[in-house]
């Protein structure tokens, strides 16, 4: 099977937008497009999904075991021509030094991703050679099979950079891509705007700008290095109803995680909190991520909807809501501009938007006991106030040690900061399930 890694040296040097333009132009070309996201990122997935007009994968290394990783890449790729994944931050950027640990390059060395660097041109010219042979010479255990030149600015910087490269490194040069006038997609706190807001123009812009620029035949007849095993699985007769909250203020979901509750009996049905909408039947909750301080209004105007969670908590029915879901449950949001929106009030706690980032990176929970070494994920601007609740995790910081507390348990109802994934061991799904 054809498949590459899109890398890069760093963050914002313009691999989703290469990396979603390579996603749509190939699936013009009628290529089936399997693509994935090194690490815990939903944006970026989003934006690769609909570019390849497939779910996309999170490829995560910290936490997924080995064989996990596997088996959800090896499902990403089935019935597909070529995988197409994008990496997180620098190629080896990840949570320890000595064999880059949760890296895109520790993920491409996994799966038998050949890797194809995307450098970021813009103030330099020759150095460009030395930042490709850098990479090269860590990309010791997959190959280094292509470069592609981003936010090049002139057809002399073009010549400058390409006569660099010749000389001085043995990697094809498979693109030289212009800057732009103009970012091709907004972007806020958290990142560029979601896939939902945005509109075709912006991948097809994408893809034009690669089909002109990247040499689309040579990436694509590029080949895993090791194939994927697929191991298929029946999904189980639905039994019981998972309501699964999906709309502009909560759209982050790893796909792997609704497979998940799919796998355990629940069948999937999608509602709007924005638009009021409720499912009464549930037997279970999901309510992932999100921006719903940018609807803060409009949701708290939704009192059947606040009714209908209290409700669903209060007669002990599963529900669990991460960061974005989990400020839903609170007494209210206090926005950017000091304003209070009341929602659900499940939890005796209020959350206050900030203008910097309170929290980022991988952390480990220590307790409850049950799920001690369980890996997720934070990122969020937003800070808890007013508690008057027990906390429900103590967590540990993956990368320096530090210990934190997080989240709430009230019954069978969970939320917190962070995001886990459903196929991570131990399992937060089935101890939710089984009562906690």
């Known amino acids: ?35 994935f996201k090194c690490g815990p990122d939903y944006i970026d997935s989003q934006h690769l999904a609909r570019a390849a007009g497939s779910t996309v994968e999170n490829l995560d290394a910290v936490m997924l075991t080995q064989r996990a990783l596997e088996q959800v890449f090896a ?48 103030s330099c010219s020759y150095t460009i050679a030395a930042l490709l042979r850098g990479l090269q010479s860590l990309c010791q255990a997959t190959p280094l099979v292509g470069v592609i030149v981003n936010q090049v600015a002139s057809s002399n910087h073009e010549r400058l950079v390409r ?12 693109g030289c891509v212009p800057r732009q006038s103009s970012p091709l997609a907004p972007s806020r706190h958290l990142g560029i705007a979601t896939a939902p ?26 080949h895993l290095t090791t194939a994927p095993q697929w191991q298929p699985e029946n999904t189980p007769h639905a039994t019981r109803l998972c309501a699964v909250a999906r709309d502009e203020a909560f759209s982050f979901y790893y796909q792997a995680n609704l497979r998940e509750l799919e796998e355990r009996g629940f069948a999937l049905r999608f509602f709007s909190p924005l638009a009021g909408e409720t499912v009464p039947e549930a037997d279970c909750i999901y309510v992932g991520g999100g921006y719903p301080e940018l609807h803060a209004p409009r949701l708290s105007a939704q009192h059947d909807l606040h009714q209908w969670l209290r409700q669903h908590s209060a007669a002990g029915r599963p529900l669990l809501a991460e960061c974005g879901g989990m ?12 304003h209070f929106h009341p929602m659900a009030g499940i939890f005796d706690a209020s959350c206050r938007m900030t203008d910097r980032r309170q929290a980022l990176g991988y952390v480990r929970v220590q307790e409850p006991a049950a799920l001690a070494g369980l890996v997720g994920h934070e990122f969020h601007y ?55």
């Open 1 to 35: 099977m054809r498949g590459v890694l899109i890398a890069a040296e760093r963050s914002g040097s313009g691999k989703t937008t290469i990396a979603t333009g390579i996603a749509r132009a190939l699936s013009r070309r009628g290529l089936r497009v399997a693509p």
């Open 75 to 122: 499902r990403g790729c089935h019935g597909r021509d070529m995988a197409l994944a994008e990496g997180v931050m620098g190629l080896f950027d990840g949570i320890e030094p000595r064999r880059f640990g949760g890296s895109s390059y520790d993920v491409a060395v996994q799966l038998g991703l050949p890797v194809v660097a995307g450098l970021n041109a813009s």
């Open 163 to 174: 006569s660099a490269l010749e000389l001085h490194t043995d990697i094809p040069l498979l």
């Open 197 to 222: 807001e945005m509109d075709e123009n912006y991948y097809e812009t994408c893809a034009d700008l690669v089909e002109q620029h990247v040499d689309l035949d040579a990436l694509s007849a590029i």
């Open 327 to 338: 400020m839903l449950l609170t007494k209210g949001i206090w926005d950017s501009q000091g």
């Open 382 to 436: 937003s800070v808890l106030e007013d508690v008057q609740e027990p906390s429900a995790f103590t967590l540990e910081k993956v990368t320096n040690g530090k210990r934190s507390q997080d989240g709430f348990i009230r019954g069978r109802t969970v939320a917190g900061y962070v995001h886990f994934h459903f196929g991570s061991e131990p399992s937060l799904l089935d101890w939710l399930l089984a009562g906690g």
